[in-house]
C-alpha cells in the first residue's frame, strides 16, 4: 500500500487503558522520526530508544534503494515503546554522509524535547533540503531477532512500513524499514480538504 506524500495520512498507535479511554501517538508515513505525541497524557510514558548506530557495510536492498555501489553506510536501529511496552523497530541506512557530523546530529535530536517538521530534520542530517518519499507499508512474518525485540511470536503478523526519502535534487539519502506490532497499531489515511469559495 503506497502512500501519497500530498495525503495528510498516519499510523494511529493505539493504548488501551483501564479507564477504557485511547491515548494515542501518531506517526505519519513520510516522517524521518517520531512525532511529538498528540495526548499529553503519554508524553512521559513514551520512549526511543538507541540500540545500535554505528557504520556497517551496505547489501544489495540497501544499494539498490540508495543508488549506490558497495560500500559502508551509516545504521540506526531505535526502539520505540509506551509504559514499557514496545511499539516498533525502526531500522535506518544513511549514504554519503559524514558520521561524525550524522552522529552529532541524531544525538543533538535525541536530546530535544519536540522533534522538528521531516524537512528541518532532514535538512540537519543531511545538509540538503528535503524533496519528499517514497513509503509502503505491507503485512509481514516477523524473524527471530524482531519478534525478541517486540515481545511477540515468532513468525506472527506486523506491520512493516519500507521508507525511502528524497533531497530536493530527488537523490535517495535515506531508505528504513520500520515493523510495528498490529495490535498497537492502526493505520488511518485522508486526503486534504479543499476550501470551499467564500
Known amino acids: 500500500m503506497s502512500q501519497d506524500p500530498r495525503t495528510t495520512s498516519g499510523l494511529r498507535i493505539r493504548f488501551e ?16 522520526l517520531p512525532n511529538p505525541l498528540v495526548d499529553p497524557d503519554l508524553l512521559h510514558e ?3 530508544e538507541e540500540m545500535s548506530h554505528r557504520i556497517t557495510e551496505s547489501t544489495p536492498p540497501i544499494r539498490a534503494a540508495l543508488s549506490i555501489g558497495r560500500g559502508p553506510v551509516a545504521l540506526i536501529e531505535q526502539l ?13 541506512y544513511s549514504a554519503q554522509v559524514d558520521f561524525a557530523r550524522y552522529s552529532e546530529t541524531i544525538s543533538a535530536l ?4 519536540r522533534i522538528p517538521p521531516v524537512a528541518d530534520s532532514f535538512a ?11 513509503s509502503v507499508i505491507e503485512a509481514v512474518r516477523c524473524d ?5 525485540v517486540l515481545a511477540v511470536e515468532t513468525g506472527s503478523t506486523v506491520l512493516m512500513r519500507e ?36
Open 144 to 148: 527471530d531477532r524482531t519478534a525478541t
Open 80 to 92: 520505540a515503546s509506551c509504559g514499557g511496552t514496545p511499539v516498533y523497530l525502526h531500522v535506518g
Open 110 to 113: 535525541d536530546r530535544r524535547d
Open 46 to 48: 513514551f520512549r526511543v
Open 124 to 134: 540537519a542530517l543531511f545538509g540538503r533540503p528535503y524533496g519528499g518519499y517514497r
Open 17 to 32: 487503558r483501564a479507564a477504557g479511554n485511547l491515548p494515542r501517538y501518531t506517526l505519519h508515513p513520510g516522517e524521518l
Open 163 to 198: 521508507m525511502t526519502m528524497y533531497d530536493a535534487d530527488g537523490i535517495s539519502r535515506h531508505i528504513c524499514w520500520t515493523h510495528y506490532r498490529p495490535d498497537l497499531t492502526a493505520i488511518v489515511a485522508a486526503t486534504a480538504r479543499s476550501r470551499r469559495p467564500a
